[in-house]
T-cell receptor, first 111, second 116 residues
Framework: AAGVIQSPRHLIKEKRETATLKCYPI?????VYWYQQGPGQDPQFLIS???????DKGSIPDRFSAQQFSDYHSELNMSSLELGDSALYFC??????????FGPGTRLTVT | KNEVEQSPQNLTAQEGEFITINCSYS?????LHWLQQHPGGGIVSLFM???GKKKHGRLIATINIQEKHSSLHITASHPRDSAVYIC??????????????????FGKGTKLSVKP
């Protein structure tokens, strides 16, 4: 069965650079969630989208933005990167059942 | 105090032992998830519960809504069960999140190590 796809899997950026993370949900899933997991930390909710509209916002910095496109994939754009942005970024998708299926994550390292 | 508390934080067991991981939550929830995270980071959803009990192979998850408590049990544990197990609550409404549905509040995880 198709799973949630995230790209890239690993990304190394320098401070003050920008990064774009992509998430492709399971087919027919209409909701996408983004989570950030810092080293040794539990995941924290960033933002979610339902039917291409932002449905909720968590602890997402103003330097980050995200959107969901017509094909339901989502992109998380991160600007003016800081060392503290180094983390594992998970995307999850769900449909009417509300069960969230997680992608493998993108490991971002900011140097 | 965290809204989702797990215990124990670390657990070492011998192969074959019965394992229980506990989760308590203080928020109203619409569902509770048990997740498994292996070294390297990937998260797998094991169960989503809103009431009662679910079983999948050697894994059993229970939830008591009145007591705001859930448990994950692993029978006949095996070294390949070694991972971090995370309890995550899907809040009905939470003031910090504007009363939305869907996003999860995660516990700190329980690191399980099963020795052969």
């Amino acid at each position: 069965a198709a799973g949630v796809i995230q790209s890239p899997r690993h990304l190394i950026k320098e401070k003050r650079e920008t990064a774009t993370l992509k998430c492709y949900p399971i087919p027919r899933h209409d909701t996408v969630y983004w989570y950030q997991q810092g080293p040794g930390q539990d995941p924290q909710f960033l933002i979610s989208f339902y039917e291409k509209m932002q449905s909720d916002k968590g602890s997402i910095p103003d330097r980050f933005s995200a959107q969901q496109f017509s094909d339901y994939h989502s992109e998380l754009n991160m600007s003016s990167l800081e060392l503290g942005d180094s983390a594992l970024y998970f995307c999850a998708s769900s449909s009417d059942s509300y069960e969230q299926y997680f992608g493998p994550g993108t490991r971002l390292t900011v140097t | 105090k965290n809204e989702v508390e797990q215990s124990p934080q670390n657990l070492t067991a011998q192969e074959g032992e019965f394992i229980t991981i506990n989760c308590s939550y203080s928020v109203g929830i619409s569902a509770l998830h048990w997740l498994q995270q292996h070294p390297g980071g990937g998260i797998v959803s094991l169960f989503m519960l809103s009431s009662g009990k679910k079983k999948h192979g050697r894994l059993i998850a229970t939830i008591n809504i009145q007591e705001k408590h859930s448990s994950l049990h692993i029978t006949a544990s095996h070294p390949r069960d070694s991972a971090v197990y995370i309890c995550a609550a899907r809040a009905v409404a939470h003031m910090n999140y504007g009363g939305s549905q869907g996003n999860l509040i995660f516990g700190k995880g329980t690191k399980l190590s099963v020795k052969p």
